[in-house]
C-alpha cells in the first residue's frame, strides 16, 4: 500500500512559476513510476507529466518545455516545476503511483493516488 500526499500548490500570476511536492509512504518507493495528473472544473483528468524509477520522463503536449518532473528516491518524493503558467494551468493537480512502465500517460495504469492540490493561475 502507499500513500501520497500532494503539496505545493497556490495562487500564482501568469508567468509564475510554482513546485509542487508528492511524498509518498512505503519502502518502495525507488521502483514506482509516478505521475502527475490535473482536473479543471467540468474536464477530464489530464496526463501532465511522469517519471519511470530509471528517471525517463514524459510530458503532455500542452506542458511540454514549461514542466520538469522530478524524483528524490532518498527522500520518497517527487516534484513538478512548473513555469510559465498560463490561466488554463489551473486545476486540481493529483500525484499517482503505479508498478507500471508503459502507458505512463493513462489513468488506468495507476494503483494509488493522492487527494490533489490546487492551483489556480490568474492573469
Known amino acids: 500500500q502507499v500513500q501520497l500526499v500532494e503539496s505545493g500548490g497556490g495562487l500564482v500570476q501568469a508567468g509564475g512559476s510554482l513546485r509542487l511536492s508528492c511524498a509518498a509512504s512505503?519502502?518502495?518507493?525507488?521502483?514506482?513510476?509516478m505521475g502527475w495528473f490535473r482536473q479543471a472544473p467540468g474536464k477530464e483528468r489530464e496526463f501532465v507529466a511522469a517519471?519511470?524509477?530509471?528517471?525517463?520522463?514524459f510530458f503532455g503536449d500542452s506542458v511540454k518545455g514549461r514542466f520538469t518532473i522530478s524524483r528524490d528516491n532518498a527522500k520518497n518524493t517527487v516534484y513538478l516545476q512548473m513555469n510559465s503558467l498560463k490561466p488554463e494551468d489551473t486545476a486540481v493537480y493529483y500525484c499517482a503511483a503505479t508498478y507500471s512502465l508503459n502507458r505512463l500517460w493513462m489513468l488506468q495504469e495507476y494503483d494509488y493516488w493522492g487527494q490533489g492540490t490546487q492551483v489556480t493561475v490568474f492573469s
Open positions: 517519471i519511470r524509477w530509471s528517471g525517463t520522463t
Open positions: 512505503g519502502r518502495t518507493f525507488s521502483r514506482y513510476a
